[in-house]
């Protein structure tokens, strides 16, 4: 008998949190400092508790889910990054896209039909958004920006201004007028048509 799309899925998700608790574990053993080994330890944690009751719901429907092979594809992607920074924005895009991938199943009539899957779902991916949001506050306080296409906030250049020797601030040419003796600036008239009794 063919799976159905919703155990197609489910299975994928168990492959992929499989997948990660590995990926964690190997980024944890390269000594990555004390923040984001605390991170690690705690996305560990998540993906572990996750596992339970995706399997349970899979075997409820006669799925048997043992043995499962990793995602070798996902695995070298992850293995290619070299230093914390690039690692840190790996794990920031795949819990992203984890987010996004439990939006998508709770908008889809299939996968909510059943409340027990819905509530799943929505269990999980809350776990999920608060893993990513305690991700990206660790990158902020490292200084790691979660955008590929930029650059580390410590790596930028900071903007100089220019010097013109002609320009000085308004308040230095305010200060300097001859009939400007620290006063409250006059009251501006206010047009015609806004004067009160008009």
């Known amino acids: 008998m063919a799976e159905s799309i919703i155990e197609i899925r489910l299975i994928r998700n168990l492959r992929y949190k499989l997948s990660y608790i590995r990926i964690f574990e190997t ?5 990555p400092g004390a923040e984001v080994a605390a991170l690690l330890k705690a996305l560990i944690e998540a993906q572990q508790s ?16 043992q043995d499962l092979e990793l995602d070798q594809r996902l695995l070298n992607h992850a293995f290619s990054r070299e230093d914390v920074r690039s690692r840190l924005r790996f ?4 819990l992203t896209r984890a987010v996004a991938w439990y939006k998508t199943q709770l908008t889809d009539r299939q996968m909510t039909a059943d409340p027990e899957l ?3 779902l929505l269990e999980l991916g809350e776990i999920d958004a608060a893993k990513l ?12 920006s979660t955008n590929f296409k930029e650059k580390d906030w410590i790596d930028q250049e900071r903007a100089q201004p220019e010097q013109d020797d002609d320009w000085r601030p ?4 305010d200060v300097s007028r001859p009939g400007w003796h620290g006063q409250q600036s006059p009251r501006w008239p206010r047009p ?4 009160r009794g008009d």
Request: charge should be positive; avoid cysteine; hydrophobic fraction near 40%.
């Open 170 to 173: 308004r308040l230095v040419e």
């Open 27 to 31: 980024f944890l053993e390269s000594n």
């Open 91 to 94: 794990i920031y895009d795949g």
């Open 118 to 120: 819905r509530a799943l």
């Open 50 to 65: 996750a596992i339970p009751p995706i399997s349970r719901y899979l075997r409820q429907h006669d799925v048997q889910v």
């Open 192 to 195: 015609g048509k806004y004067r």
């Open 133 to 144: 949001w305690r991700t990206e506050a660790v990158m902020n306080m490292l200084r790691i």
